[in-house]
């Protein structure tokens, strides 16, 4: 299944503005129960960088391939796809994936590879994808950044 996972926020990029709590009660106590060094950003995202990149940030418009494993909070897998030779390919920023994406990939390196934690707000929202990910549900990614290539000059 490839992943129609579909915002942004880097010193070049237009900040975003803060949100209210994203998770609820539970899901937050869980979170931080879980991972209780997580960062979050503005928009309510939550993230461990896992192994730090070396190379450039990603920036929108960049055509970018990511390697990731994507479950449900409660560890539930619904997609994977860690093979460089058919990374997962789309052009940052523009709509293709789940916002949560376009917006944590923004603040990546070539090379990092993070926990993400998205908000059901920032996902799937409240109609989800059946029938792997149901109404309303957060997200948990392990992603890594493996390439973002700027567009060619106009």
Sequence with gaps: MALSVVAGCVAS??????QRERLTPDEYDYVYKTW????????GIRYLIEEPGKGRLAQPGDMVSVLYTGRLLDGTKFDENWNPAHAFHFRLDRGQVIEGWDQILQ???VGERRLVIIPAELAYGDRGQEPKIPRDAVLVFDMKLIAAVPP???
């Design 13 to 18: 990029v237009a900040p975003a503005r803060a």
């Design 152 to 154: 060619p000059p106009e």
């Design 36 to 43: 209780p060094n997580v960062q979050k950003t503005s928009t």
């Design 107 to 109: 603040y990546m390196r």
